[in-house]
């Protein structure tokens, strides 16, 4: 409704804004599509501000949303990306700013489908299909390798002239097929399933040279992505230029950013290894002469210790000792025995001077009874009794001629 202001009675400021505020919130919510051209999402703040601009008439407006809203894009949507925002105009009175609050947004376009393929990518994420461990390791020297190409494309002619470039003797199985299109999917699915069931295959490349987001479609698909994953021999993915990124390149045992790099990662270059396999020889041959004149520097070190230049010296040295030992051992012995045989004589010697023999030999006799009793005095014999008297020179008979007891000392009681 018209208000009735005049110069006399105007509205302020604040009551125009309130009343253009009212007018606005009746407004209901509208579906707006535009450009990003700014976008602020500061950390840790839960609002995130938008631009949106209509390219065709130089029109911009400001967006609000709650960042759990513009996370769910955010992935996707970035400034320059045309959306389709779900949003409800609100005034600021303060400042008397219009703006929108959007509840929802949606890319449009390719953003629409990059939105799409980053949700198909999460999803066989989560499967593991882009799992680090189930990548299969590419052979050094393939003999076979498996090309799927556009015929006659650039992307062929690069593969198939580097890799010969690189390596002369290499085999190539091709399958031309078409690369964009509603047939692409299913040409590239059965050719990748026809090298990978044959055994001389020992790698597969899939190439295709550059193109749109729409161009570089199937190679995104999820039956390719599928096939990929189960194949039993290793997969190169060769699609578009460096900036590229599809699905494709995920699942892959190797992802090479342009079909000439796939030539020179799945093929050796036969002058590199030439000159590695000059490097090894030389560097083994380095190893053995240096081993070798360790060796023989051991060698003359060990001929040049004394023991090895005279062998008979220490033979000689033990000899010597040992005839030293032995004269010392033949004095000790001579010295001993010298000794042993002095005691032994002047043992003889008082031997023979305590013997009964040499008692004897000064005159003496021993006189027996005829059972062999020695006679001690006088009293042990009787008149008439005989007696053994034994001398030094032998023994002879005696009598005894009378006796009986004496009162005096020695043989007074009677003659023998």
């Not at 700013?97 to 949606?106: G, K, N, V």
């Not at 390596?167 to 509603?182: D, H, I, K, L, S």
Request: hydrophobic share 40%; charged share 25%; aromatic share 4%.
């Amino acid at each position: 409704m018209a208000l009735n202001t005049s110069a006399q009675a105007p509205l302020p400021v604040g009551e125009v804004s309130r009343l253009i505020g009212g007018w606005i919130d009746r407004l209901g919510a509208v579906w707006v599509e535009g450009q990003i051209t700014q976008l602020s999402r500061r950390p840790g703040a839960g609002v995130v501000f938008l631009t949106l601009r209509d390219p065709s008439h130089d029109i911009s407006i400001s967006v609000t949303c709650y960042r759990q809203v513009f996370d769910a894009v955010a992935d996707v949507v970035s400034e320059g990306a045309r959306v389709i925002v779900h949003a409800k105009p609100e005034w600021y009175a303060p400042r008397g700013q219009l703006s929108l609050r959007a509840a929802e947004i949606r890319p449009v376009g390719v953003g629409e489908l990059l939105a799409r393929l980053e949700q198909l990518k999460k999803a066989l994420a989560a499967e593991g299909l882009f799992a680090v461990e189930r990548k299969k390791p590419l052979p050094f020297l393939p003999q076979l390798v498996g090309l799927v190409c556009g015929r006659a494309s650039a992307a062929e002619r690069d593969v198939l002239e580097n890799a010969r470039h690189r390596w002369p003797a290499v085999r190539f199985e091709v399958r031309n097929v078409a690369v964009q299109g509603v047939h692409a999917v299913p040409q590239v699915v059965r050719a990748v399933r026809e090298l990978d069931a044959l055994e001389a295959v020992d790698v597969i490349i899939v190439a295709r040279g550059g193109g749109s987001v729409e161009d570089l479609l199937p190679f995104s698909d999820e039956q390719l992505v599928r096939t990929v994953a189960g194949c039993r021999t290793p997969v190169v993915s060769a699609i578009g230029h460096e900036p590229d990124n599809p699905l494709l390149d995920h699942v892959a045992d190797l992802r090479a950013s342009t079909p000439t790099d796939a030539a020179k990662k799945v093929v050796p270059d036969v002058g590199e290894e030439l000159v590695r396999v000059q490097g090894l020889r030389d560097r083994a041959r380095r190893c053995v002469r240096g081993l070798v004149e360790r060796e023989e520097r051991g060698l003359a070190h060990a001929l040049a210790r004394p023991s090895m230049e005279d062998p008979h010296r220490m033979v000689d040295e033990r000899a010597e000792q040992i005839t030293s030992l032995a004269d010392r051992g033949r004095r000790t012995l001579r010295h001993l025995l010298d000794r042993a045989e002095s005691e032994l004589t002047h043992t003889h010697a008082r031997v023979v001077a305590l013997s009964p023999a040499a008692t004897l030999r000064r005159g003496y006799a021993v006189l027996q009874k005829p059972q062999g009793q020695v006679v001690r005095g006088a009293r042990e014999v009787s008149s008439g009794e005989t007696l053994r008297a034994r001398v030094a020179e032998g023994e002879f008979t005696v009598r005894v001629e009378s006796g009986g007891p004496s009162t005096g000392s020695g043989l007074d009681e009677g003659d023998i």
